[in-house]
């Protein structure tokens, strides 16, 4: 085969990755559209993932173990993180809180060697627990935590990917950062760990979390924006140990 002709080809597989994972890109942006103010747009967030995905298509070296669908879902999330985050609508008393919280949450546990309760963080913030509880609604709210703002970089958890894997979970099976995080999230209490585990996992929005444990919308919010505050100080801890 000559060199045009290779490159042919090549430009034809990367345009037939592209069309064959289009429909990951509207999962992903729906996925996110669900914890997201009511001012953005899906197809902005779609927008940014197709970004993503052609991204993804052009660096995508199958050599380092990951599937490409694995590799394009990190790649098309972060983009649409990106675009949503280059126009910073959070207030900044939200900032302030969510670092608050999570000293709040640091300084429990390294006092009490255990998790740490609503109550404990609240009781440690000073405030009431309904406000505690509103305080991490708005955190939820107003940034998208996920396992990539857990203090690693993308590199970090796309290199440790391994190929064959079938969910996101499997995937912390293998490498430093996932055993280290596998680890982290058996730690938690049970109810924040199933809410992890069915919103990244199996891929249920809050509302249908929230069906399924018998709570509301916004009690399935403040679950998942403490358990991913409290993983973020478990693995900041991590990351000290590795430097």
Known sequence: MSSKAAAYQQMADKNELVERHAPLVKRIA???LARLPASVLVDDLIQAGMIGLLEASRNFDGSKGASFETFAGIRIRGSML???????WTPRSVHKNGRAITEAIRQ??????????????AEKLQVG??????????????KLIGIEDLGVTEDVVTNEQTKGSDTPFEDLLQGSFQKALAHAITTLPEREAIVLS???????????????????????????????LKLKVRMQSWQNNEN
Do not use: P
């Not at 627990?129 to 107003?142: A, F, T």
């Open 30 to 32: 729906h996925h996110l």
């Open 198 to 228: 069915l919103y990244y996992d199996e891929e249920l929005n809050l509302r249908e979390i929230g069906e399924v444990l018998d709570v509301s919308e916004s009690r399935v919010s403040q679950i998942h924006s403490q358990a991913m």
């Open 129 to 142: 627990i309904d406000e505690y509880h509103q305080m991490l609604l708005e955190v939820n709210s107003g």
């Open 108 to 121: 429990v546990e390294r006092e009490t060697g255990r998790d740490a309760r609503d109550v404990d963080v």
């Open 82 to 88: 990106d675009e949503i985050r280059k126009g910073d």
